[in-house]
């Protein structure tokens, strides 16, 4: 039983394109969260939302758009798809916010053509 | 600004002790983490310190120092599968509060 879950866990497609990012956790956590994972490893939070409130929004484009239906799913859309963007989408839960402990889903590796 | 800083890789044979130092300055601080991520796979949490000392769990230990804004993780009796990369990870505060920032991650190869 899958703690975080995300899908799809691979993703081609061309630039311009738009493309979501789904993500749900069953572990009743109240805060989420969406990392990119950039070719060097570097893990970089894009943003987290605390019961489905933004709280932290980093200097993201706005092409990208979370969405949080209820406090177990935290979407990612994103407009316009560039070369730039390719890189691994983690979705992550925590019990609270800036919990020490993260979980992490599998990764989404977005790669844009 | 805040930064974290961790060697990029270390190398080393079966049975042996390693250890990956962080150092890190931040506007304010609650605690440091280590996760373990291996190739393909997702970030998973090790271990947490949020006060001075020691944290030990099984083979991995982990010490912070606030004082000396610096930590480390011990990973003793290394198996070929401890191969991987191991990001630190700061509980922020301030304005940060709420976020989890991580290093850029030390690699560490296991070789036999």
């Known amino acids: 039983d899958t703690a975080v879950s995300q899908t799809p866990k691979y993703l081609v497609t061309q630039m311009g394109n738009d493309k979501s990012i789904k993500c749900e956790q069953n572990l009743g956590h109240d805060t989420m969260y969406w990392y990119k994972q950039d070719s060097k490893k570097f893990l970089k939070i894009m943003f987290s939302y605390n019961n489905k409130e933004l709280i932290i929004n980093e200097t993201v484009p706005n092409r990208f758009s979370p969405k949080s239906p209820d406090k177990a799913h935290l979407n990612l859309h994103i407009n316009s798809l560039e070369l730039g963007d390719s890189a691994v989408y983690f979705c992550?839960?925590?019990?609270?916010?800036?919990?020490?402990?993260?979980?992490f889903g599998q990764g989404t590796r977005l790669t844009v053509v | 600004g805040q930064s974290l800083e961790q060697p990029s890789e270390v190398t080393a044979v079966e049975g042996a002790i390693v250890q990956i130092n962080c150092t890190y300055q931040t506007s304010g601080f609650y605690g440091l983490s280590w996760y373990q991520q291996h190739d393909g796979g997702a970030p998973t949490f090790l271990s947490y310190?949020?006060?001075?000392g020691l944290e030990e769990t099984g083979r991995f230990s982990s010490f912070l120092s606030r004082s000396d804004s610096y930590g480390y993780l011990l990973l003793q009796e290394l198996q070929m599968k401890d191969s991987a990369s191991y990001f630190c990870a700061v509980r922020d505060g301030g304005d940060s509060w709420g976020k989890l920032q991580f290093g850029a991650g030390t690699q560490v190869v296991v070789t036999p």
């Open positions: 992550a839960s925590s019990q609270e916010e800036g919990w020490p402990e993260a979980f």
């Open positions: 310190n949020g006060l001075d």
